[in-house]
């Protein structure tokens, strides 16, 4: 016996209702369009090796630039601290310690409350009714994702906070100071 989900007869409606809508469309053109969005092809490799939907790997590039923009800047405006703290014996590597923590500690806050801000909205929305044939938000929490979104935070704060703070602990004292 062939098992459908409630998903699929859902969809299986909104198709139908949108094909009725087409249909009082005098130019021919589709008005609105049904899609499976989970169905479709997946363009992308990280979204494919994530199990995301395509295009999610653009936005989360977006984030990871202005992540990194925030620390390299951070980093840039320390110069001085960074001169003065080489210039009584402290090694490059030692800098480069504390702005890789710095940045770790910024990157499990930013992560501790995208997830409690994720988890109430996945709540909120999943009780939002949509209407009388899909009910409920079609919304689910998915601990593999949440767990993919920690990971991947930690690792994009902390080459965030790595790449610019080797740049800064190449750099010598003396021609911080005369800046």
Do not use: C
Request: charged share 15%.
């Amino acid at each position: 016996m062939l098992k459908i989900s409630k998903e699929q007869v859902a969809l299986s409606k909104y198709q139908t209702l949108i094909s009725k809508i087409n249909a009082f469309n005098p130019r021919g053109n589709a008005m609105a369009s049904a899609t499976d969005n989970l169905q479709l092809p997946t363009n992308y490799l990280p979204a494919q090796i994530f199990g995301g939907v395509p295009g999610t790997f653009k936005e989360t590039q977006i984030g990871h630039f202005g992540i990194y923009n925030i620390l390299n800047m951070t980093i840039m405006e320390k110069l001085n601290d960074i001169a003065i703290l080489k210039a009584i014996g402290f090694s490059g590597k030692d800098v480069i310690r504390i702005f890789v923590k710095e940045a770790i500690v910024i990157g499990l806050i930013g992560i501790a409350f995208g997830l409690l801000l994720a988890m109430i909205l996945v709540k909120v929305m999943g009780n939002m009714w949509v209407g009388r044939d899909i009910r409920f938000f079609p919304i689910r929490f998915f601990p593999k994702f949440f767990g993919l979104g920690i990971g991947f935070g930690l690792i994009v704060t902390t080459l965030a906070g790595y790449i610019p703070a080797r740049k800064a602990a190449k750099l010598d004292p003396i021609t911080i100071f005369r800046k």
